[in-house]
């Protein structure tokens, strides 16, 4: 039977909350309404049910051969802590401005993808939803993983992040009109400011581990 404490709580809710900052589907809104504005609601279903299954199994990928990676090319976690962690506080700040961060996507990339029929895949799965914020977290955020029951933690955490972004993509029109402008560019600077907290911590982290003290 698993073991559930306040410890794996706690995991539970970094995962969350770094997952869902950094893929940021409130704040992707307007790029995401952009590149489906032509298509029918059950294109918009389809787009959405493929798009967050690519990037849920990119993310997957990229957080459990995170090891192999960094035997490759001898890199240790700490590293990447401290360079994920600029990444992120990155994007975080770029979302207290309410903008969208370049890391994400590129205007060339947006006006590809409404001459495409496959940005399901790309720019949607990759770089908005799995791009390298939300990768470095995922690869991270499991190479902190110590027992069974955070991997499960870890494993459920990210798929619920998913879940409720698809359900915000379903809703997007909804969701825009009921928020507004305003509303939205609220909601995205309080994730900025709560990505930007857990980049110092990823940063302290990965130099008091570095240098020991």
């Known amino acids: 039977m698993l073991n559930f404490d306040l410890e794996n709580l706690q995991f539970a809710l970094l995962c969350f909350s770094s997952l869902f900052t950094l893929i940021n589907p409130i704040g992707i809104l307007p790029i995401y309404l952009t590149m489906t ?33 960094f035997s490759i090319y001898d890199v240790t976690i ?7 962690g ?21 205007p060339m990339e947006e ?11 790309t720019p949607f799965a990759i770089p908005l939803i799995a791009g390298p914020g939300s990768i470095s ?15 499960i933690v870890f ?27 305003i509303g939205i560019r609220i909601l995205q600077r309080i994730m900025g400011l709560l990505l930007c907290v857990i980049a110092i911590q990823f940063i302290s982290d990965g130099i008091l581990n570095t240098f020991k003290f």
Do not use: C, P
């Open 37 to 69: 504005q032509n298509l029918t609601r059950l294109e918009r279903t389809q787009i959405n049910k493929q798009g967050l299954i690519s990037a849920g199994m990119i993310l997957l990928l990229f957080a459990f051969v995170g090891d192999y990676i």
């Open 155 to 181: 494993i459920f955490s990210l798929f619920l992040t998913l879940f409720i972004s698809y359900l915000i993509f379903q809703m997007a029109g909804r969701i825009t009109r009921t928020l507004g402008t």
């Open 111 to 121: 006006k590809e993808a409404l001459l495409k029929d496959g940005f399901a895949f």
């Open 78 to 84: 700490e590293a990447f802590k401290i360079a994920g």
């Open 86 to 106: 600029i990444i992120f506080f990155r994007i975080g700040l770029t979302n207290l401005e309410s903008k969208v961060s370049r890391i994400k996507s590129t």
């Open 137 to 151: 977290s995922s690869m991270i955020l499991a190479n902190s993983i110590n027992t069974f029951v955070e991997k």
